[in-house]
C-alpha cells in the first residue's frame, strides 16, 4: 500500500525550531517529487516547500524563503523539512504530499506545529 507518514512536530517557543519527517513507501515508489503544505483550522491547505526527486531542485513559499529548507535523502524515500525562526504564524498542521511519476498524489494525515508567543 503506497502512503506517505509524517513526523516530528511539537510545540515549540517563538524563535525556534523543529525538523520534520516524511517517509513514503514502500521503497520501490517511483517518486517525482515530494512537498509539503499545512493548513489551519476554517483555512485553505498552502503550499510549503517541494523538492524534485531527480534533481534535487527546490521552490518555496515566499513567507518561509530563508527560513524553511526542504531536502531529502533518496536511500530512505524520506523527506525533511528544517524549520527556524518559527513564529505563531506558523502554528499549523503540516502535510507531506508524495507525487509518484505514475499516479495520483499520495497525501500524509498530518503533523501538528504549534508555535507559542
Known amino acids: 500500500q503506497e502512503q506517505v507518514v509524517e513526523s516530528g512536530g511539537g510545540l515549540v517557543e517563538a524563535g525556534g525550531s523543529l525538523r520534520l519527517s516524511c517517509v513514503a513507501s514502500?521503497?520501490?515508489?517511483?517518486?517525482?517529487?515530494m512537498a509539503w503544505s499545512r493548513q489551519a483550522p476554517g483555512k485553505e491547505r498552502e503550499f510549503v516547500a517541494r523538492?524534485?526527486?531527480?534533481?534535487?531542485?527546490?521552490n518555496y513559499a515566499d513567507d518561509v524563503k530563508g527560513r524553511f529548507t526542504i531536502y531529502k535523502d533518496n536511500n530512505k524515500n524520506t523527506v525533511f523539512l528544517d524549520m527556524q525562526s518559527l513564529n505563531p504564524e506558523d502554528t499549523d498542521i503540516y502535510y507531506c504530499?508524495?507525487?509518484?511519476?505514475?499516479?495520483?498524489?499520495?497525501w500524509g494525515q498530518g503533523t501538528q506545529v504549534t508555535v507559542s508567543s
Open positions: 523538492i524534485n526527486w531527480i534533481s534535487g531542485g527546490t
Open positions: 514502500p521503497r520501490s515508489l517511483s517518486i517525482a517529487d
Open positions: 504530499n508524495a507525487k509518484p511519476i505514475f499516479d495520483r498524489e499520495i
